[in-house]
């Protein structure tokens, strides 16, 4: 080694000397292996709150079993309207309530709910001022498949309707045809019933326990 490269090796330690000093002073000391220096974990994404559920209740909807009318009961939208408890209704007994021997004499299309202020000018008969003002009367359209069954079956369809509104909160039931005009309907003692009809006139159609 020469004497210059000598003088320098010796001016290098004298520096490196008090750095090394002054970062032990700081609390650092040197590893015998570099690292990397990791990154903290990205925060993962809050779960988003799910919507609230709508509120319901529990609401009785007539079935048939041994030509009788039978309750059973369904969740259905809180204050029902016609329609959710028609929907109900239309949607039959569930697999448990079919083992029992419980059906529906009501067809998918048989019959459709309609809002009374849409046709309530066309209903002479049974629009008074005075009954739609103090009562609740759903509207039900009834279709041609179901005035076009058998007249016993018939009469359990149009119990099973009447009662599921009444106990869903309607005061009573007025049936209308595609022409929204007003449509007698045959009851169950084999009388013709006209204008706004009650829980009352079907009831005896409901099974004696």
Not at 3 to 22: D, E, K, N, Y
Not at 66 to 80: D, Y
Not at 101 to 107: E, L, P, Y
Not at 154 to 173: C, K, N, R, Y
């Amino acid at each position: 080694m020469n004497r210059r490269t000598a003088t320098v090796l010796v001016a290098t330690i004298a520096l490196l000397v008090p750095l090394a000093t002054s970062l032990s002073g700081c609390g650092l000391r040197a590893e015998d292996q570099a690292r990397s220096i990791s990154q903290s974990p990205p925060t993962a994404p809050e779960a988003s709150t799910p919507g609230a559920q709508p509120a319901t209740v529990t609401a009785l909807v007539w079935m048939v079993r041994r030509e009788a009318l039978v309750r059973v009961f369904r969740k259905v939208p809180l204050g029902p309207s016609s329609d959710d408890l028609l929907t109900a209704l239309l949607a039959g007994p569930t697999e448990a309530e079919s083992a029992r021997g419980v059906r529906t004499a009501v067809g998918s299309t048989g019959v459709e709910a309609v809002d009374p202020k849409d046709v309530v000018d066309a209903l002479p008969t049974a629009s008074s001022t005075a009954t739609w003002a103090t009562r609740k009367i759903a509207v039900i359209r009834v279709a041609d498949e179901l005035r076009a069954l058998p007249p016993s079956q018939q009469i359990l369809a149009l119990g099973q309707v009447v009662l599921t509104q009444t106990s869903g909160g309607f005061d009573a039931v007025v049936f209308i045809d595609g022409q929204n005009r007003p449509v007698a309907v045959p009851g169950p003692g084999g009388q013709i019933l006209e204008g706004p009809i009650g829980e009352s006139d079907y009831a005896s159609l409901r099974m004696r326990v």
